[in-house]
Antibody
Framework: EVQLVESGGGLVKPGGSLRLSCAAS????????MNWVRQAPGKGLEWVSS????????YYADSVKGRFTISRDNAKNSLYLQMNSLRAEDTAVYYC??????????????WGQGTLVTVSS | DIQMTQSPSSLSASVGDRVTITCRAS??????LAWYQQKPGKAPKLLLY???RLESGVPSRFSGSGSGTDYTLTISSLQPEDFATYYC?????????FGQGTKLEIK
């Protein structure tokens, strides 16, 4: 069964840092581009960042560029999101999502269950 | 960035109704559009991609169409399990963007 499990969320003060992880199983992780998508409480979906299968291509939304860093460890079947200089508006459920096809499709399936990040003093 | 605008933002309908949700891109996206369904407290679920291709396992009452900047998601006969929030997403640009969502509620 294809599965994505996020971890690392929690409460952090403004200006603080947090590292999210996404553990992948049930598929050849090293063949797929991976993505982070977030959803603020009661709001819509916002794409955050993407990384290609070999980490050659990395993209960020303008809202997080310069503060967040996406990375992956194909040997550990894991995806990461290092979040620095956190702001209240970064409060959201963060989802890890796989590209649907290994040819770097751009649409996402499956998704993890999400991990909640709360930025508050 | 490409902006995606969905309409309506919310919609009330009854079981058995045919409903259509529209997604407009700020520039042409050459059918590089996906649709997702999200229920409260759950992760989004992929419904369609390439504007009109049905994801495996998704009921055939869901369909998509469109071209250029304008796209639609149609549910031909609403079922109780279809009441949810729907999002479009463009992948024409590698800076992916989602629409703001359409909440489909029971009338």
């Amino acid at each position: 069964e294809v599965q994505l499990v996020e971890s690392g969320g929690g409460l952090v003060k403004p200006g603080g840092s947090l590292r999210l992880s996404c553990a992948a199983s049930g598929f050849t992780f090293s063949s797929y581009s991976m993505n982070w998508v977030r959803q603020a409480p009661g709001k819509g979906l916002e794409w955050v960042s993407s990384i290609s299968s070999s980490s050659s291509y990395i993209y960020y939304a303008d809202s997080v560029k310069g503060r967040f860093t996406i990375s992956r460890d194909n040997a550990k079947n894991s995806l990461y999101l290092q979040m620095n200089s956190l702001r209240a508006e970064d409060t959201a459920v963060y989802y890890c999502a796989r590209d649907r096809y290994s040819s770097s499709s751009g649409w996402f399936d499956p998704w993890g269950q999400g991990t909640l990040v709360t930025v508050s003093s | 960035d490409i902006q995606m605008t969905q309409s309506p933002s919310s919609l009330s309908a009854s079981v058995g109704d045919r409903v259509t949700i529209t997604c407009r891109a700020s520039q042409g996206i050459s059918n590089s559009l996906a649709w997702y369904q999200q229920k409260p407290g759950k992760a989004p679920k992929l419904l369609l991609y390439a504007a009109s291709r049905l994801e495996s396992g998704v009921p055939s009452r869901f369909s998509g169409s469109g071209s250029g900047t304008d796209y639609t998601l149609t549910i031909s006969s609403l079922q109780p399990e279809d009441f949810a929030t729907y999002y479009c997403q463009q992948y024409y640009s590698t800076l992916y963007t989602f629409g703001q969502g359409t909440k489909l509620e029971i009338k």
